[in-house]
């Protein structure tokens, strides 16, 4: 567990701002997802990577971009911040094989 | 798409009884199904996988069991205790593609002392 981190683990910002939700993985794993935790809802794909260069859209997209310049980094970012992004944030990776996926601690985002 | 439905939405049992939570999935080229529990306010830990080519496996109190003709699978908790108390979530996968989860809804299990 300790090998998958995300920063910041809190965040209160202003709607409209943009926001960075960094995560980052020492296994060198090929895959690297994220999700969101809203009451109600489970977990939903927002982004995931099957490699450096390599991202695809999840089930709720809207409102997010990824990148992946580095293996073992997938920064998540709101370019305007909605009410509706407030939500439990949660990064996961996994290896090549797609077996055993493993979550960071997660961010609590709040958008005011 | 692959889909995955999991019941009981919530379950509650008394300490030492059994519990048991089923999901079934869509896609029949699944072959990955991993269970996870999530305390309050926690990160989802994985807690026990199957593979297709496997019909049950057993880790001291928790199994699972899979049914490929079926398309569903179940964790099974002998000997609950309250500190089993939290959400389960069940996930299908094919390995190998995109390293997709899909996951059910999850399960609330309450364990009464």
């Known amino acids: 567990d300790a090998g998958i981190t995300q920063s910041p683990r809190y965040k209160i910002t202003e709607t409209g701002r943009q926001v960075t939700l960094m995560c980052h993985q020492t296994?060198?794993?090929?895959?690297m997802f994220w999700y969101r935790q809203d009451l109600g809802h489970g977990l939903r794909l927002i982004y995931y990577?099957?490699?450096?260069?390599?991202?695809d859209k999840g089930e709720v997209p809207d409102g997010y971009v990824v990148s992946r310049s580095k293996t073992e980094n997938f920064p998540l970012t709101l370019e305007s911040a909605t009410r509706s992004q407030t939500s439990v944030y949660f990064c996961?990776?996994?290896?090549?094989?797609?077996?055993?996926?493993?979550f960071g601690p997660g961010t609590r985002l709040t958008v005011t | 798409g692959e889909n995955v439905e999991q019941h009981p939405s919530t379950l509650s049992v008394q300490e030492g009884d059994s519990a048991v939570i089923k999901c079934t999935y869509s896609?029949?080229?699944?072959?990955?199904f991993p269970w996870y529990k999530q305390e309050l306010g926690k990160r989802p830990q994985l807690i026990i996988d199957?593979?297709?080519?496997?019909g049950e496996k057993k880790d001291q109190r928790i199994a699972v069991t899979l049914n490929k003709t079926a398309k569903h699978f179940s964790l099974h908790i002998t000997e609950t205790q309250p500190e089993d108390s939290a959400v389960y979530f069940c996930?299908?996968?094919?390995?190998?593609?995109?390293?997709?989860?899909?996951f059910g809804q999850g399960t609330t299990l309450q364990v009464k002392p």
């Open positions: 996930a299908a996968s094919i390995t190998g593609n995109t390293g997709k989860l899909i």
């Open positions: 990577s099957a490699a450096a260069d390599i991202t």
């Open positions: 896609d029949s080229a699944s072959n990955y």
């Open positions: 199957i593979r297709s080519n496997v």
């Open positions: 996961a990776s996994s290896d090549d094989r797609g077996y055993e996926q493993y």
């Open positions: 296994w060198s794993h090929s895959y």
